[in-house]
Structures are given as C-alpha cells and as structure tokens.
C-alpha cells in the first residue's frame, strides 16, 4: 500500500515545541522530495517546508528559524520539528511526497491536527 501516515499533533501554548512524524511507503520515499504543508480554515494549504534526496531545505518564511525538516532514509520517515509556536501555526499538517521533479506533490498524508492555544 502506498500511503504517507502523520502523527505527533495536538494541543501546545504559545512558546511551545512539537515533532511532527510521517511514515511513508518506501516507493514515494527514495528519491522523492518530502514536505509538510499546512491549512487553516478558510485559508489554502500552504507549503511549510520540504527537504529532497540531497537534504536540501526549503522553508516557509513564516516559519524560518522556528521549524526544522529532517528524513530518516533508513526508516523511511521526515520530521518536523516545531519550536516558539505561534497561535497562527494552529492549522491541519500534512506530509507529502512529490517525485524530483515535478511542481505539485504526488501523494499526501491524512492530516495531523496542530493547535497552539494557552
């Protein structure tokens, strides 16, 4: 089955941390570039940063210097690490997977729900 499986969302104040977590199927992994998007309601989903096969980063401005993309290669997942979370990072996470190359993503997670509240 191919499939992108979130995990790691919830509940944290202002300030805060969270690691975000996706597993996904080892044949959208090797050689495809990983993300992490995100949605709020009523806005559109977002690109919040992305790592490809090389470890090369991208990320949003928003959360430049906050966030932190990784990949585990040998166990098929990517990260993401959260720190001085802000009201306005509350949204749905979700992981992708797009082969190098292409524009959009090809595969998405189910979403992981992340809520920055006191």
């Known amino acids: 089955q191919v ?3 979130e995990s ?3 509940l944290v104040q202002p ?14 992994f090797s050689d495809y570039t990983m993300g992490w998007y995100r949605q709020a309601p009523g806005k559109q989903r977002d690109l919040v940063a992305s ?3 090389y470890d090369t980063t ?3 401005q928003s ?3 906050r966030f932190t993309i ?3 290669n040998a166990k098929n997942m990517v990260f993401l690490q959260m720190s001085s979370l802000k009201p306005e990072d509350t949204a749905v996470y979700y992981c992708s997977s797009r082969a190098p190359y292409n ?3 090809d595969y998405w997670g189910q979403g992981t729900q992340v809520t920055v509240s006191a």
């Open 51 to 53: 790592i490809n096969r």
């Open 70 to 72: 990784s990949r585990d």
């Open 58 to 60: 991208i990320y949003a």
């Open 103 to 105: 524009i959009e993503p």
């Open 63 to 65: 959360v430049k210097g």
């Open 8 to 10: 790691g969302g919830g």
């Open 15 to 28: 300030g805060g941390s969270l690691t975000l977590s996706c597993a996904a199927s080892r044949s959208i």
């Open 3 to 5: 499939q992108l499986v």
